[in-house]
Antibody
Framework: EVQLVESGGDLVQPGGSLRLSCAAS????????MTWVRQAPGKGLEWVAN????????HYVDSVRGRFTISRDNAKNSLYLQMNNLGADDTAIYYC?????????WGQGTLVTVSS | SYELTQPPSVSVSPGQTARITCSGD??????ACWYQQKSGQAPVLVIY???KRPSGIPERFSGSSSGTVATLTISGAQVEDEADYYC???????????FGGGTKLTVL
């Protein structure tokens, strides 16, 4: 059974950092692009970043480029999102999803709250 | 960043056909996907590559694309289809991906 389980969400002060993890199981991680998507409270879905199978290609939404870094460790079946210089606008549920565009599997999400 | 435009809301009676549109400059060249999201749940893929339906998705869900507009059609909408629907696609260079703003479907 394919499963994606996010972790690492927390309450963090403005300007702080956080690292999210996504543990993958039930499939071979290195066969798929992987993606982070977020959803602010009461708002729509927002694509955040994606990463190619070997980690050699990464793309980011403009609002996080330079602050967030997506990475993966295929040997550990894990996807990561390092988030620096966090602001209130980054408050959201963060989902990891399998694939580049068509995401057939999603995690349950992890909540990141940026507040003083 | 790339932008996709959807109507904020669509309302139909049970059994009627609901159509949700999505406009984007790269849609003539790039496939669109559609996601359904019910309150408090993760999104579910209902259409990929403009018109393909994943296994387990009811046949009443269909998709099409013409020019700069992709359309999700729910034929004979059911009360359980009430949800937010998002289109999703990439720009022509495939370096930016975007969701549409989402359409709240009401079936009552």
């Amino acid at each position: 059974e394919v499963q994606l389980v996010e972790s690492g969400g927390d309450l963090v002060q403005p300007g702080g950092s956080l690292r999210l993890s996504c543990a993958a199981s039930g499939f071979t991680l290195d066969s798929y692009w992987m993606t982070w998507v977020r959803q602010a409270p009461g708002k729509g879905l927002e694509w955040v970043a994606n990463i190619k199978q070997d980690g050699g290609v990464k793309h980011y939404v403009d609002s996080v480029r330079g602050r967030f870094t997506i990475s993966r460790d295929n040997a550990k079946n894990s996807l990561y999102l390092q988030m620096n210089n966090l602001g209130a606008d980054d408050t959201a549920i963060y989902y990891c999803a399998r694939g580049r565009i068509q995401h057939d599997y999603w995690g349950q999400g992890t909540l990141v709250t940026v507040s003083s | 960043s790339y932008e996709l435009t959807q109507p904020p809301s669509v309302s139909v009676s049970p059994g009627q056909t609901a159509r949700i549109t999505c406009s984007g400059d790269a849609l003539p060249k790039k496939y669109a996907c559609w996601y359904q999201q019910k309150s408090g749940q993760a999104p579910v893929l209902v259409i990929y590559e403009d018109s393909k339906r994943p296994s387990g998705i009811p046949e009443r869900f269909s998709g099409s694309s013409s020019g700069t507009v992709a359309t999700l059609t729910i034929s004979g909408a059911q009360v359980e289809d009430e949800a937010d629907y998002y289109c999703y696609s990439t720009d022509s260079s495939e370096t930016s991906v975007a969701f549409g703003g989402g359409t709240k479907l009401t079936v009552l």
